[in-house]
């Protein structure tokens, strides 16, 4: 049987009303589908100024009876952001997580550069993905994160994306088990690849970033949010869906 992702990004909730009305409508979807996913996960930009009053006000949006798995985006704040959403103590090392769900190991990596919008993995990150690829080698793996590690054709988010990664495509090159990498970020639907591997970014929820073709201007507000649906199958070939959530 098919493992069903959730994946929602960029939420940036804030202390207003519209960021926490198009998030809060996106969580009262999923609560509702017939047919609930193995697990929801968010690829940061969770709060949009990191404060720890935000991140609580993302957990009373948030009632789902399956697991929701967060990494920080560029908005967040680590200390904050391990506080009141994880449950931790408040530090500033890398907020790295690695989860087991329906016999895939979902690992949630922290590309997120303190004071910075562009991202990279810390040394310590590449070490620990290594070691938690290494340690589960048996089980298909989806490597998950804000900042795509490619260009994607946005000029504003090709600025200020993942750098260095010829460490993370090593890694991926050494893992054949990695079906996929998630990120956000992009704040639109894109696909591309990375390393010989599916790269599928989550469109945003609070915004729709829009592409120079299309128009001069940067985002579109009026856009609605949207999510993906990512499939894993017995032959463990990643499908991905698209929803607009009105």
Known sequence: MAVLIAHVSDIHVDAGR??????GRVF???????????????????????????????RGLVSLPYPVLWCPGNHDQ?????KALLGEDANDKPANRAYEISG????????????RDDGVLADDTIAWLESALAGRRELPALICFHHPPV???????????????????SVVDRNPQVVALLCGHAHTAA???????????????VS????????????????????AFHLIG???????????VR
């Open 191 to 205: 696909v591309s690849t990375f390393a010989g591997r599916p790269l599928v970014a989550a469109p945003g929820v």
């Open 28 to 58: 009262r979807y999923l609560a509702g589908l017939p047919s609930p996913p193995d697990a929801v996960i968010v690829t940061g930009d969770i709060a949009d100024h990191g404060a720890e009053a935000e991140y609580e006000r993302v």
């Open 18 to 23: 519209r960021s926490a009305e198009r998030a």
């Open 234 to 244: 017995d032959d463990l070939r990643l499908t991905t869906h698209y929803r607009v």
């Open 78 to 82: 680590r200390g904050p952001y391990r």
């Open 208 to 227: 729709t970033s829009m592409l120079p073709f299309e128009t001069e201007e940067i985002v579109d507000l009026r856009q609605p949010p949207m999510i």
């Open 151 to 169: 260009t994607l054709g946005v000029p504003f988010v090709d600025g200020i994306r993942q750098f260095r990664a010829e460490r993370l495509a």
């Open 104 to 115: 895939i190991l979902i690992l949630m990596v922290d590309s997120s550069i303190p004071g």
